[in-house]
């Protein structure tokens, strides 16, 4: 975070504009908020509990049972939740991904001034 930009932002622009060019059923200019309603319905089409649903996407649930008396799910439920998401990049290679060395890494300047 440049102190200026949230992490969402920076995402949305560095990496969900470019990934979304990629996805065949998203239309050019849609959001990534379109794409958590597509996770949410395919889920919910998969008939994973609804609760379960809107832990993985950080939604609160109202009403006593299902918002004050419940804790989140598990991680293993979220986990089963999310190995029913389609793997809509199944199709595509993995490239090699090639890491600098340890001793050309170095945070940039705004992350310093931010942890100082």
Known sequence: MSGKRSYGDVYY?????KIAR????????QAIHSFRHMVTTE???REVF???????V?????????????KAARLTRLKE???QI???????????T???????????PARLKASK
């Open 13 to 17: 622009k560095n990496w969900w504009t």
């Open 22 to 29: 990629k996805l065949d059923f998203i239309e050019p200019g």
């Open 43 to 45: 889920l919910k089409y």
């Open 50 to 56: 609804l609760e379960t649903r809107a832990d993985l």
């Open 58 to 70: 950080g939604h609160t649930m109202s009403g006593e049972t299902a918002g004050r008396y419940s």
């Open 81 to 83: 939740a999310v190995d």
């Open 86 to 96: 389609p793997k809509v990049t199944d199709r595509l290679r993995p490239l090699p």
């Open 98 to 108: 090639h890491l600098l060395p340890a001793s050309s890494r170095q945070p940039r």
